[in-house]
């Protein structure tokens, strides 16, 4: 079975990690028409998001739970199309910002359990995010990479494992992309290295 890996917040979502107001959820340009794109090619839909939020406090597990049940709601009723599982890193980062968990982004341990849950293939599963955590979290797990260059990711900070396999304009740009290159070899544009590698 193949999968795609969605970051929620500036991928799927217009960037609201620290709102957890059901009635500010805002889907990114092109997102539904991308899931609908995505599913019609086969793919389970899965989101994978860390929210160090429920850690911190700004709001509790139940409000979050709230915005994740308009979430899916909304996908399935405007597009059509059910999320297969959703995925969330409660964990707030050290001090350094680097994760304390297996599962907080960079690390790959959400993928690898959803993998384990839904009987995922990951060499044949892809990894969508707007930062480069998502990118190295998605070759930690074995998939390949797509970067949505929409000015989330602000560090740069480039290595192997955080160059991702293609660069996309949006989420729809990035589901024509999976879907063209399926079973077959793809075009890779490297990031330039601005910064220092981890």
Not at 14 to 26: E, F, G, T
């Amino acid at each position: 079975m193949k999968a795609v890996f969605l970051d929620k917040d500036g991928t799927l979502i217009v960037n609201a990690s620290y709102v957890a107001d059901p009635r500010r959820l805002r889907f990114a340009r092109n997102a539904l028409a991308a899931l609908r794109q995505l599913d019609l090619a086969g793919y389970a839909l899965i989101v994978i998001t860390h929210q160090p939020q429920l850690a911190t406090g700004p709001f509790t597990m139940l409000e979050f739970a709230a915005l994740r049940r308009t979430l899916i709601g909304r996908v399935r009723d405007e597009a059509s199309v059910s999320l297969a599982g959703f995925y969330a890193c409660p964990h707030a980062p050290g001090a350094n910002g680097e994760p304390r968990c297996g599962c907080r982004k960079p690390m790959p341990g959400l993928l690898r359990a959803a993998a384990l849950a839904h009987g995922l293939d990951l060499e044949h599963c892809w990894m969508v995010g707007d930062s480069l955590n998502d990118i190295e979290a998605g070759r930690r797990a074995g998939c390949r990479t797509v970067l949505l260059d929409v000015g989330n990711e602000t560090e740069w900070r480039v290595s192997p494992l955080r160059t991702p396999h293609r660069r996309c304009a949006d989420l729809l740009d990035a589901a024509q992309f999976i879907v063209t290159s399926e079973g077959g070899e793809f075009d890779e544009r490297p990031l330039p290295r601005l910064a220092e590698t981890r």
